[in-house]
């Protein structure tokens, strides 16, 4: 397994959070009337940018924190899993933003610590295994709304999102998605709605440079990242 971080979202807050996918695209050149075809030939990447995020000079915990993911990363080489807050399109079952709970094993134990396993408000699992590459799947709702259309979710870090829907049987819901599957999904899997992650590296090598300002007590450094997808390359090709 390669060696990841993850992002201390919660310490250092971006105040917005760009998430997009860029996809390829190939021209077939200008036509007499001057429109250009333009033929999508892949399903692209992610590219997320964090703008203004949130760091006072009182707080040590956030220079701290920010240094060592830095140091860890390592400029563009280092693995960080980014959070991509998705809750204005998440298919909550009430219609609107649900936390997710605490609640003990069907036994009513818990952790050794004492703490409860964290249920997440959103539940929906593949039917029927995803093999790498697909560009479809088919979803099963368990606790959701009756809407899987423009919805983001991740699994093991790897970030999707639908498209409209291809057909819908019963609670059975088989849609497009981007970009292409990056590791196979076995049937059943539980999928990440409620905080969906993506596997980034940094889009530039010194994307982590921060001031420190002795007259405002603070700063609000923007950091972008990439979709690391020659993880994904690799992973396929058996190398990790």
């Known amino acids: 397994m390669a060696d990841m971080i993850h992002w201390p979202f919660c310490l250092l ?35 997320i940018d964090y703008s203004g995020v949130v760091m006072q000079n009182k707080q040590r915990d956030q220079w701290n924190s920010w240094q060592a993911v830095r140091q860890k990363l390592g400029g563009r080489s280092g693995l960080v899993i980014v959070r991509v807050p998705s809750s204005l399109s998440a298919p909550y079952a009430s219609g609107h933003f649900e936390a997710s709970g605490s609640v003990p094993y069907d036994d009513d134990s818990d952790f050794d610590d004492d703490t409860e396993f964290e249920q997440s408000a959103i539940s929906v699992v593949t039917d029927g295994t995803t093999p790498i590459g697909a560009t479809t799947i088919r979803l099963r709702i368990i606790n959701a709304s009756a809407n899987l259309a423009g919805v983001r979710f991740s699994f093991n870090h790897a970030l999707y999102e639908t498209g409209p829907a291809i057909s819908i049987d019963g609670d059975v819901w088989t849609v497009p998605i981007s970009p292409t599957v990056r590791e196979l999904i076995p049937a059943g899997s539980d999928l990440e709605f409620d905080r969906p992650t993506c596997l980034c590296h940094l889009a530039e090598d010194r994307g982590m440079d921060v001031t420190q300002d002795a007259i405002t007590k603070g700063t609000r450094p923007n950091v972008s990242f990439i979709e690391a997808t020659d993880y994904w390359n690799q992973l396929a090709l058996g190398l990790l």
């Open 13 to 47: 807050t971006p105040q917005q959070v760009q998430a997009n996918v860029v996809a390829f695209t190939r021209s077939g050149g200008k036509s007499l009337g001057g429109i250009e075809p333009v033929t999508r030939t892949d399903l692209g990447y992610w590219a």
